[in-house]
């Protein structure tokens, strides 16, 4: 671990959050987790700006104070890695080793994407909008480099709370997550919300860039060539206290931690300390994009090794599966976490 997060790998920067670093709703800018797939861009928030373009009336080219000038909104939302919990994946698979902590909430302020379409004028063919970040690949001869490229549906692009986002936290977004411009995406895994965003392509085909149709996809060896696009975060709890391996006194034990579904609001938690499921007290008003903090307070009466499990459910009904549901490049594994505590006299 250094300073506040755990490093996975640091070039690219990728790191996540500790559990226990996790306390209200909102994660300290220093806290939040970064996921990156190339070297982080330097970007002068004086020259950079934001051109759309494609199936569009006007071609825009917007200077970041031309997009702070624009309505603007502030959202309270939740980003997941859609490889959080690979590490938990029996076969392991490649990629990130992220144990729990790829995900953090923070409050973003920034333009509803629908502003900026309005002004462009979207041609009724549009179908889809291509994000592109400015980050790419280091350059390979001949071979064009590879940009952080992802699309969106159009109806879903128009949602007015899909922000183009400038200030994360009340603070200018900092390098590490997407300064100057990023695209946030409520509900959906992290992968939606493009960083270091350049140009927005309007479309009227679907997308089948790298990070659309090669990642991102739920590919299982045994079916052959089906791949689902991965898209909302799969509901999850995940327990922030007490943490793997501490140790406590008999009696009575506070278990802690959040809950989300990029499916609807959460409806219930369910915690179990050895004992069976009990359901968890639900804490905090809910918010449309946001994790809920959730607690249980359990008596134990045995000293000796626990196992803590805490499973969600939303309101669409959907809940967590006991067992993680391989895939072959490891995402959206929502499964039941374990955390193994010991219990003293
Ligand atoms: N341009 C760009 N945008 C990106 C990425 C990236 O590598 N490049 N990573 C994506 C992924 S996979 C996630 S989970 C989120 C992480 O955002 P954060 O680093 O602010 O937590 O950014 C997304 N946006
Ligand atoms: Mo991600």
């Known amino acids: 671990m250094t300073g506040d997060l755990v490093v996975r790998t640091a070039t690219p920067l990728n790191a996540e959050t500790p559990l226990a670093a996790q306390v209200g709703i909102i994660t300290p800018n220093e806290r939040f987790y970064v996921r990156s797939h190339f ?154 919300s493009v960083k270091w965003l350049g140009h927005i392509t309007v479309s009227d085909r679907p997308f089948t860039g790298y990070f659309q149709t090669d990642r991102y996809v739920i590919a299982d060896a045994k079916k052959g060539g089906e791949a689902e696009p991965v898209t909302r975060a799969r509901v999850r709890a995940i327990i922030t206290e007490p943490e793997r391996g501490d140790i406590v006194r008999r009696g009575e ?23 069976g499921w009990r359901v968890a007290r639900l804490l905090d008003e809910p918010q449309p994009h946001a994790w809920r903090r959730w607690e249980l307070t359990k008596r134990i009466e045995k000293a000796g090794r ?22 072959r490049l490891g995402y959206a594994n929502n499964c039941v976490q374990t955390v193994p505590i010991e219990v003293f006299d």
């Open 253 to 275: 034990l506070v278990v802690r931690g959040y809950a989300w579904s990029g499916y609807g609001e959460i409806t219930q938690v369910e915690v179990d300390a050895g004992s």
């Open 306 to 327: 626990v196992l803590l499990r805490a499973r969600a459910t939303d309101d669409n009904g959907h809940t967590q599966p006991e067992q993680p549901s391989w895939n």
């Open 39 to 192: 070297a982080v861009p330097r970007l002068d928030g004086d020259s950079w700006f934001l051109s759309v373009s494609g199936l569009v009336k006007h071609h825009l080219t917007l200077t970041l104070s031309d997009i702070r000038r624009l309505p603007s909104r502030s959202l309270v939302v939740t980003l997941e890695c859609a490889g959080n919990g690979r590490a938990m994946l029996a076969p392991p698979v490649e990629g990130e080793q992220w144990q729990l902590g790829a995900v953090s909430t923070a409050e973003w302020t920034g333009v509803p994407l629908v502003e900026v379409l309005d002004r462009a004028g979207v041609e009724t063919a549009a179908r889809e909008l291509v994000f592109r970040g400015v980050d790419h690949s280091a350059a390979r001869r001949k071979a064009e480099p590879l940009h952080f490229e992802r699309s969106l549906p159009i109806e879903s692009a128009q949602d007015p709370d899909v922000l183009l986002a400038y200030a994360m936290n009340g603070e200018p977004l900092t390098p590490n997550h997407g300064f100057p411009l990023r695209l946030i995406v409520p509900r959906w895994y992290g992968m939606a």
